[in-house]
């Protein structure tokens, strides 16, 4: 197995690890940041290896990005359980991802070729993954805090979900 694919593989396997740090030390949420930040670098460095070293493989294209939404979700589940207020986004985000799987699936079925993400969605997964550090490392963070982070977070998934339509319908029409 390449290392990219390796790091996908530690990716998912440090979902419980932050789970566990999460529910069952909740007085150290530095330390559940810290996993979560140890995951994210390790995403970035897949990538990075995978492209300058002509290591993109055909698991890795769905390894990677299974890595990174069951992340965010598992992260995002964890955090509606301690702050209610994050189930709105939690609940975009779901769907936001179910929608992108579908469509990804017909593309699939019809031989289309799904294209790797965009800016817009990289940009929406960076800001998910901050807004989510903050809330995890500010235990004590006020209501309008969480409020706004969320909102933030709900405006840039969106936009990458909003952006993400006229980019099926293209490759959808275009010819194999």
Same mark, same amino acid.
């Given at each position: 197995m390449s290392i990219p694919n390796l790091l996908s593989v530690?990716? &998912?396997? /440090?979902i419980?690890?932050?789970l566990l740090v999460f529910f069952l030390m909740p007085e150290q949420?530095?330390?559940?940041? &810290?996993? /979560?930040?140890?995951?994210?670098?390790?995403?970035?460095a897949d990538g990075i290896i995978a492209r300058k070293?002509?290591?993109v493989t055909q698991l890795g294209k769905v390894l990677d990005p299974a890595a990174d939404k069951l992340t965010q979700a598992a992260v995002c589940i964890a955090l509606c359980v301690r702050h209610r207020e994050l189930i709105l986004l939690t609940v975009i985000f779901v769907i936001k991802e179910l929608c992108m799987l579908a469509g990804g699936c017909l593309l699939v079925k019809s031989g289309k070729k799904i294209r790797s993400s965009r800016w817009f969605g990289k940009l929406a997964?960076?800001?998910?993954?901050a807004v989510?550090?903050?809330?995890?490392?500010?235990?004590g963070i006020p209501k309008w805090?969480?409020?706004?982070?969320?909102g933030i977070s709900i405006g840039?998934?969106?936009f990458a979900f909003i952006m993400y339509i006229p980019e099926f319908l293209k490759i959808k029409k275009s010819e194999q």
């Open positions: 530690f990716r &998912l396997l /440090l419980p690890v932050f949420s530095w330390l559940a940041g &810290l996993v /979560l930040v140890v995951s994210g670098a390790s995403d970035v070293f002509n290591m997964t960076v800001v998910l993954y989510m550090f903050l809330i995890i490392v500010i235990p805090g969480l409020y706004l982070l969320c840039f998934v969106l």
